[in-house]
Each structure stands twice: as C-alpha cells, then as structure tokens.
C-alpha cells in the first residue's frame, strides 16, 4: 500500500541543470544550524586563550598594517587615523576572504562525510557563510570601539545615513564568495591544481580592492579599473557610511550586486551538478 | 495502489581504475569532443568487461555494476549477500545519492535514511549530547524529533555517564554504540545498513541486530542490509540477493541464496604455484583423506591430513597451525603446534622437503560445510611464510545410518562426554 503521501525519488544519471531542490535546502534548515554551531564551538576549542583570538587577530593584523603599508610604505588613508582605516578595511574583507577560502574547500574537505551520508552539499558552504558572520560580529565590535576611542580623542567622524546600508554589504559579500568559493571547489573536485593557485588568487585579490589603499589614490579616470572588482564598490562604501571618506556610487554599487547574482547563479548550478558525483573524482 | 518501495531500473555503474592524472584530463577532453561536439556516443561508455579484481583486464574502466534490475516490496527486509568487490556497497551508495549510476534508474518511495557508517559527521571536541544532535541532523532529524528522543537514545547506547565529555576521550567502542543508538532511532520509510552491525562487542551487536528486527517487523518499514556476516544475513532478511561481480546472480528466499552462495565459494582442492613463494618455507601439497569419497565426512570419523613443507633454507623455529571453517567464515576447530616441542621439533633446521602427517581421530563437527586454512610461520606468528585459505571444501554429514536429526540453531562442534550413573 504505497500511499499517496510517501514521497517518490528518483534517482538518475543526468539531472536537469536547473533541478535544483530548494526546499530541500529548507527541510534540512536543522542541519544547517548544527553545522553553523559547530563550526563557532570547535573553532577555538583546547586553546588557553579561547574565544580571545577572534580579537587578537585583527588587532595584530591592524598594527602589521600599520608598520608595513602606513609606516614604510607611506600609503595615504584619506587623511584619517590608520587603525580606523585599516580596521574598517580588515573587517569586512576577513570575512569575504574567510567564506571564499572555506567554501572553496568544501568538497575536498568534507569528502569524508559526503561519502557516508546524503543532505544537500550546500548547506556545508551555507553554514560557513553564516558562522562566519559571528567573526565578523566580534572584529565589527573592535572597530566600534576604536571608532568610539578616536570620537571622543575629537578626531571628525560621524556615521551618515549609509550606515543602513551594512546589511545589504554584508549580504553582497556574502553572495560574492559563497558564488565564487562553490565554483572553485567544484572545479577542484577532479584537478587540485586550481586549489594551490587559488591562494594566491585571494591574496592578489585584497591588493585589488581598497582594503589597505583608499580608491581615492587612483586617478579618476583610472578608477574604473579598480571598479570592475565587484568588492570594491562594497568597501568603498562601508567607509563612505563610517567615515565619510572614500567613494560612494549607487552605480558602483548595482553594479556589484547584479555580478553578485550572476555569479551565485552560475555556482548554484554548477554546484548542484557536480555534487551528484563528485564523490567518483574528489 | 502498489506496493512496491524501492524499483531499480537496470543499474550500471562504471569506474575508471588508476590515478586521476593528466591522462584522465585528455580521455575528459576526447569524451567532450566525441559527445558534444561530434554527438557520438560516448568513447569510454562501452560495454566492457566483466569487473573481476583478481584478473588483469585491458580496458581502464570497469563496470562495477551491470544491469541491476529488481525491485523491494514494502515491508520487506533484503539481505545483500557477494564478495568483497562484487558491488554491494556500490549499488547502496547508488540508492543513498552518494553517487550517482552511469545508467539506469531507481524510483523510492518514502525518506531513504542510510547507514553506510556509525557516527557520521562526530566532532571529537563536542560532547556526546552535542554530537546526538549533530549526527541526527545529518542523517536527517529535525532538532524536533531529537528532542523527542533523545532519552531513549541515551538509554539504548548505554553512555549516559559520558555524555557531556567530548566525544574524543570515548573509547572506539562507546563511539559506535552512541552512532549506532542515534541510527537506530531514526524514523525513515526505507532504511539502507551497510555492514555496521560487525563493530562493537557481542553484548551490543544483539541489542542491534534485535533493534533492527524490530524496526523491520513491529514497525513494517523496508531494510536493506549488506553483510558479510550470513548468519546475521539469515535472521534478518526472509529474502535475499546475491551480486557477484556487479551483477545479480540470484534472488529469493535468503536460505536458498545462502545455500547457493557457500556452495558456489571458489575452494582451492590444488595448490597454486607462486614464484615469490618459493623462495620462502612453503607447503609444497596438501592432501586431505575424508571418511567419505568426494569431500563427504561422517561426523565422528577419523580424518587424515598429508602436508609436504619445503624448506629452501634452514629455520631454527616454526609453527604449523590450520583451521576449519565454517560457511559463514567462522572458526569451530584451531590446531597449532610449534617446533619448540613435540613431534615438530623434527622441523627445526631442516633443508628440502620434509612430510607431516596430522590425524583427527574423531572429526566431531556439525553437519555443514567446512573448508581448511593452512598457515606456517615463525613460532609467534609475526612473519608468515607461507598460508592456503579457503581450501578444500568438504561435507560434515551425521550419519551413515540413520536420518541426519538436524537442529534448527545447531550447534557448532558436539564434544564427547563421559557420563556415569552410580
């Protein structure tokens, strides 16, 4: 007596490009939460300092920054304090390169689990982004705090009404590496040579967007170039919102979120087709 | 209205065998050409050759399913009986969507929940009760349905005085009862275990397979059940099929299958010749003389045993042993002797070929069918010379008179007693 509400699978070689089960993603929604809760417990686990790091890191990120780029270098920060200019830089670029690196290994590093069991492979990469988004709390709470420090010394900043629109920023960042980190791990299932590369892909990254260099420095007719990467557009406009320097264009900006779509479509695709079988390859 | 849970529409699956190197990127590249470009067929998709492991082939892909076509009524409690690489694991990966077939189709009727390992996805730094949740989630429970039955799943695994320490200062053992009581009390219409029962001790491998036979005939969900373990096969499952070489040889009543599965076991009645062997201690022929003619022994009866070890160089020590086993691999008889003492001391220092008769005089096994496995080795049985399994299948029948009294669970070796009444 198969009854009717006994749900039918199938299971087949070649699914449709486009078959993508997204209520299956909400079904497994648990999961995804258990993965997010994981990753934020073990991270620190058995460390003397603990949870500590998650602000030793861009604080020891931010004075390197300040030897290398600031002292030696030289490289202008629109006129304001260098911790508060790098910080702003640090915190929403750790996060983007944090997803992009994590998602990117998704397949290699979890071939153990896929191996056994059955769930939607996105929720691995889907719960990096939102475990993630705890770190991203934490360095944003220093940043405050320093922008709190450096208010009250008198130096001239004041948030404008961009601010609201650090959600949006947070959610293009997001999208950006969680598109661009599935693509690469399924890339990478059959041929690690683009993992090795990919490395130096996220370094050169940074150096493209203005995270340690304001887009100000550029000569205005070269400044497209900077552009074309969808980050800048979003970096550029977090410190247009909290510090009233830098660039802000609502072009730049839907510029960046029409790339953002596009290339988590095409990851969402090409995602799906090869975690069917990637476990053949991996 | 059917009744039908899992139908496989004739499955295959291919493998390319070898390393993923530069040559898999050109056969990718020539496929693409050929399939999209040219719309040919598949240069790498044709039917090849039979997937047997011991023998060389000439092509690098290798059909390691073929045709798999059958289908699972609801309710039903299938044994998946082969040898190792005969397809079993494959053909459950298939229906848990680990991977997916070359060809064919499977349709499933309800929520598929697999087993194919214990404690799946375990973290070592949580603890037991984060880790319920974890692995629950990943086989597919709702953080509702945990919350439900989490006390029972404590209870069952028998672990609850550890279970706010992180799973890594369990011992192996308490892991797999706390993975499998998480499995077991999941709620899925089709339920795929793939060989977990064989890990944990005796006391826990009953509670689970009970536990099994339970969700199976209380709560009339489907099981699949791979194992090597036929006797556990046999209890479980009224039906049975046998996969050999990625093919379905036989379907039906799980005895039969059994039956036609031990019957059918390669058994060595010669001895194969090995280059490698030579040039270590070896047994040279073996000769086995049942009470019976051909390989039927009346229980009882004496049984002699002629062994011809060659040694090509002198050893100062060695130890002779050989086993008879049962059909579901299991051990009933052990005999050893070593060369520090006794008739073998005879060994020690010989050069060439030397005889060794052994004799049982009362062979009291249970009627079944046993085999022989040989072995020679250094007295502590760290370096091997030489060893001969799966040899010599022979008959066990009870009498040559009357009517064999067969028990239902019978036993393995019936003992001789001495018993007096004063």
Redesign the interface.
């Known amino acids: 007596?198969?009854d009717l509400r006994?749900?039918?699978?199938?299971?087949?070689?070649?699914n449709g490009l486009l078959e993508i089960d997204l209520k299956e993603l909400l079904r497994?929604k648990?999961?995804w939460?258990?993965f997010v809760?994981?990753e934020v417990?073990?991270q620190y686990?058995?460390t003397v300092l603990g949870p500590v790091w998650f602000f030793i890191n861009p604080i020891l990120t931010t004075v390197i920054y300040m030897i290398v780029f600031g002292k030696i270098a030289k490289i202008s920060t629109d006129g304001l304090p260098q911790p508060l200019f790098y910080l702003s830089g640090i915190c929403l670029w750790n996060y983007f390169s944090n997803c992009l690196i994590k998602s990117s290994n998704t397949f290699v590093a979890n071939q153990?689990?896929?191996?056994?069991?059955?769930?939607p492979r996105l929720v691995m990469p889907l719960s990096t982004i939102v475990s993630s988004l705890y770190v991203l709390g934490i360095q944003l709470f220093i940043f405050v705090a320093v922008y709190v420090f450096y208010v009250i010394k008198g130096v001239a900043v004041m948030p404008n009404a961009h601010i609201l629109l650090l959600p949006l920023l947070i959610v293009m960042l997001a999208g950006l590496s969680l598109g661009v980190g599935i693509i690469t791990s399924s890339l990478t299932t059959?041929?690690r040579d683009l993992n090795i590369l990919f490395t130096f892909i996220v370094q050169l990254w940074m150096y493209a967007t203005p995270v340690i260099y304001p887009l100000s420095i550029m000569l205005p007719h070269r400044q497209w170039i900077a552009v074309i990467n969808p980050v800048t557009s979003v970096m550029e406009t977090f410190r247009y919102a909290v510090l009233g320097t830098g660039t802000f264009s609502w072009l730049y900006l839907a510029y960046s979120f029409v790339f953002m779509c596009v290339v988590l479509g095409i990851g969402v695709v090409v995602f799906n087709k090869v975690q069917?079988?990637f476990?053949?390859?991996v | 209205?059917?009744?039908?849970?899992i139908q496989f529409h004739n499955i295959s699956k291919q493998?390319r065998l070898g390393l993923?190197t530069t040559g898999?990127?050109s056969h990718?590249l020539n496929r693409w050409w050929q399939t999209a470009i040219r719309k040919k067929e598949d240069p790498y998709l044709r039917i090849g050759e039979v997937n047997d492991r011991t023998k060389k082939g000439s092509s690098d892909y290798v059909w390691a399913l073929r045709n798999i076509d059958f289908e699972v009524k609801?309710g039903e409690v299938l044994g998946i009986i082969g040898k190792n690489g005969s397809g079993k694991s494959t053909l459950l990966?298939?229906?848990?969507?680990?991977?997916?077939?070359?060809?064919?189709?499977?349709?499933?009727?309800?929520?598929?929940a697999?087993l194919?390992?214990v404690g799946?996805?375990f973290?070592p730094?949580?603890t037991g009760r984060?880790n319920i949740?974890?692995n629950g989630?990943?086989?597919?429970?709702?953080?509702k349905e945990i919350d439900r039955k989490i006390d029972e799943i404590i209870d069952f695994s028998g672990v609850e005085r550890y279970l706010d320490t992180p799973v890594k200062r369990y011992s192996s053992g308490m892991i797999v009862r706390l993975g499998f009581s998480i499995a077991a009390h999941l709620e899925p219409?089709i339920l795929v275990i793939d060989e977990v029962l064989a890990v944990g001790d005796a006391e826990f491998q009953k509670k689970a397979i009970g536990k099994v036979e339970d969700v199976s005939q209380n709560d009339g969900r489907t099981v699949l059940f791979v194992s090597h373990n036929l006797e556990a096969v046999n209890t479980l499952c009224d039906t049975s099929i046998l996969l050999d070489n990625g093919e379905l040889v036989k379907q039906g009543k799980t005895g039969d299958i059994i039956e036609y599965y031990t019957g059918n076991r390669k058994y060595h009645s010669t001895l194969e010749v090995d280059d490698r062997k030579l040039l270590r201690p070896h047994f040279k022929d073996i000769q086995i003389k049942t009470s019976a003619s051909q390989g039927i022994h009346y229980f009882g009866d004496s049984l002699s045993i002629s062994l011809q070890v060659f040694f090509p160089y002198r050893v100062n020590a060695c130890a002779l042993s050989f086993q008879i086993k049962d059909a579901a691999n299991e051990v009933p008889v052990v005999y050893n002797w070593y060369s520090t003492a006794g008739e073998l001391k005879r060994l020690v220092n010989r050069n060439g070929l030397c005889t060794v008769a052994i004799n049982i005089p009362s062979l009291r096994l249970y009627k079944g069918n046993y085999y022989f496995r040989f072995s020679l080795s250094d007295p502590r049985g760290k370096i091997i010379f030489d060893k001969v399994d799966e040899f010599f299948l022979f008959e066990v029948n009870m009498s040559k008179t009357s009517n064999e009294w067969g028990w239902p669970n019978g036993p393995k070796y019936i003992e001789t007693t001495v018993c007096e009444v004063k």
């Open positions: 007596m198969s006994l749900q039918k699978t199938i299971i087949k070689p070649v497994y648990d999961l939460r258990m809760k994981r417990i073990t686990k058995q153990h689990i896929f191996g056994k069991v059955y769930f059959k041929y069917r079988s476990m053949d390859t | 209205m059917n009744d039908t849970a493998y993923v898999t990127l990718d609801q990966k298939i229906l848990s969507r680990i991977t997916t077939p070359t060809t064919g189709m499977i349709e499933a009727w309800g929520r598929v697999s194919l390992e799946t996805g973290h730094e949580l984060e949740y974890m989630s990943i086989l597919g429970m709702t953080k219409d």
